[in-house]
């Protein structure tokens, strides 16, 4: 099993798309099924049927350990960092791509306006694209990793943004904005035929309530939304909460004390590149 062990690792360090199962507690402790995303590749020597959870996984956005066929599984969730996707060059999007980047999180910014998405204003954004929401929107890619965030208070702007990131796979949509104005795009939206489900997603006005006045503070609860959110988390304050204050790491089942080979290959390309791969 020592291949499957670096087969994990390889993948762990890849930056692609995956899920790597191990066997913690049942027949079989140790072994490993592999699931690269990106490639389609499928290794080890795990049970095979755990394919049926892949998308579970992806889709929850986060490592877990879950029963399967009445086996302990740790499913370990490998890929890109967060993609902060946002519609509007306004200040809070250089203090949100600032925030991002410290946490390895890669971000766009998309606005119609050339003269105003400059890279004087959004120094700390990866990319820049000027267009309209509808056509840039495609153009950047909204995926599981997506969290989409719409800052423009225009309506011919924030229409376009949301039914488009309602439609997709972003894991989080968030809108900035009063209630009134929440008020006013929900009518546009309804008009324009995005359904209460979708408007649903939308976190509006985005953020936690922590008091925020200025565009660092407001961006500082906007990113603890997302964080709260990709986790599965309410946001509320520790004190209030029941489980553990940091999710377990899980060990090694043949190396008590330890962490997983992968898990410990992830920590290390962290360390190196200075952006996490492990969610």
């Known amino acids: 099993m020592s291949d499957e062990r ?85 200040d809070i999007a250089e203090e949100l791509c600032f925030l991002g980047a410290r946490l390895g999180w890669r971000s766009t910014v998309v606005d119609a306006r050339e003269t105003f998405l400059t890279r004087e204003r959004v120094p700390s954004a990866d990319r820049l694209v000027v267009g309209w929401p509808q056509d840039a929107l495609p153009q950047v890619g909204l995926d599981t990793d997506a969290a989409v965030l719409v800052l423009s208070h225009d309506l011919r702007f924030d ?6 990131a309602t439609a997709s796979t972003a894991f989080y949509v968030g809108a900035l904005g009063s209630r009134r104005t929440q008020e006013r795009r929900a009518e546009r939206l309804d008009e324009a035929g995005v359904d209460a489900a979708a408007q649903a997603r939308i976190h509006g006005p985005c953020g936690l309530d922590v008091g925020g006045a200025s565009p660092a503070e407001t961006a500082v609860s906007i990113v603890a939304e997302i964080l709260a959110v990709r986790a599965g ?26 962490t997983s080979p992968a898990r410990r290959a992830a920590a290390t390309a962290a360390s190196r590149l200075g952006s996490p791969s492990l969610r």
């Open 233 to 258: 988390r309410g946001g509320g304050p520790l004190r209030s909460a029941t489980g553990p204050v940091h999710p377990a790491a899980e060990e090694d089942p043949r190396r008590p004390g330890q």
């Open 159 to 164: 229409v376009p943004a949301l039914a488009g």
């Open 6 to 90: 670096e087969e994990a690792a390889a993948l762990a360090l890849s930056g692609r798309r995956g899920v790597v199962f191990t066997v913690l507690e049942g027949p079989g402790i140790g072994r490993k099924r592999i699931f690269d995303l990106d490639t389609g590749h499928v290794g080890g020597s795990g049970p095979a049927g755990l394919v049926a959870v892949v998308e579970d996984v992806r889709a929850a956005g986060r490592s877990t350990t879950i029963e399967f066929e009445g086996v302990r599984v740790l499913a370990e969730l490998f890929g890109p960092p967060v993609h902060l996707v946002i519609v509007g060059a306004y």
